[in-house]
């Protein structure tokens, strides 16, 4: 039991720092100075709640690990993330494309983990849910500015989406672990919440004079520790300080 | 004989001396961050606070600098919690925190947090700190900190900061 959640509390917990650190490449890169701003503000508050999951999970471990030996000193095939949220961040549709449909889903997650029979998963969502409430309003602007605006942003986003997609089945995925913590109260029943997210991202998108794209086949693996190649470089630049030089400190 | 564990109201007065150190104008009552304050049955003094966002950089140098006050006044056992459960909101600012936050130029939260409209695009009017105008319009959605919007005011020109409500 103890086992399952620490491994259910990592799932979530990659999501977020990964997602937290391919966001915070966009820190003085950003299009605009206000856009650089609000995503390394998303990213913070990404890599917040990572820290807070990492450190429950060290708690149940009860190994004497702290979560930055978690985060740092664990291998691509031992990361459990959405394959969608390690690919390259690409243009600025193409990230704002990831991050709507991501809080969107998200959003939908935390909402049901508020009732979780878990405490510390119940807390966490409470809190972490005001934080994406505002990620999904920031992306959702730029979907409807991007895809109601020019010739040249409309086909961009246009592509982002269709590009996309394919990453987007995994979210629903319920393997053997996602159904027992469903099972106990703990997790989420995420095949449920796929009718309104698809009919709300759905409606955004046509709003914003976008087509969303038809349902085919997705990659999935990434919740097994099966990634694409991108995980390796995002862990190689993240870990690096911690693995040459183990236990440094600020 | 004297008494070695000072009355937790004078703990808490205590409290207003450490400041928010990216809005040093408010404390961190004014912010409502310390939940709880507390002597254990074994005379440790227990203190709970609770961020404002999950990954607000301050929270490290809050919990140092309330250690430091506590060190100050000669309590030397104490231990700082942080829990995430009930999750902060703006509601807790206090009125004199609210007042603060406008007398230095930032338009301080308005409604209550529990409020979904926003994600499907309701927009909330936030009157400009410094000619009290309601024309004003969003910039972004994100700040100089974690907890504020930037705006501007259609009627004195004048962009400034909005703490966000959640």
Redesign the interface.
Known sequence: MQKELFDYILRLADNSLIHGQRLAEWCGHGPVL??D??LS??A??????A??LYKYAAELEGQDRDEDQIAFLRDADAYFNLILLEQPNGDYAFTMARQFLFTMWY?LVLEQLTNSKD??L???A???I??V??H???S??WILRMGDGTEESHQRIQSAFDSIWEYTPEMFEMDDLEKQMSEQGIGVDLLALRPTWRSQVEAVLQEATLTTPADAWGHSGGKRGRHSEHLGFILADMQYLQRAYPGAKW | MVNPSPDIDIIWDWMKQVEDPEIPVLNVLDLGIVRSIAWSPEQVLEISITPTYSGCPAMKTIETDIGEILEENGITRYQIKTVLAPAWTTDWMSEEGRLKLHQVGIAPPVGVSADKGLLMGKIRTVRCPICGSEDTSMISQFGSTACKALYRCENCLEPFDHFKCI
């Open positions: 206000e856009e701003i609000a503000n998303t913070l508050d990404f890599i917040g709640q820290t807070n959003y405490s510390f119940s807390g966490f409470q809190k972490s005001k934080e409430k505002y999904v309003i920031h959702r602007d």
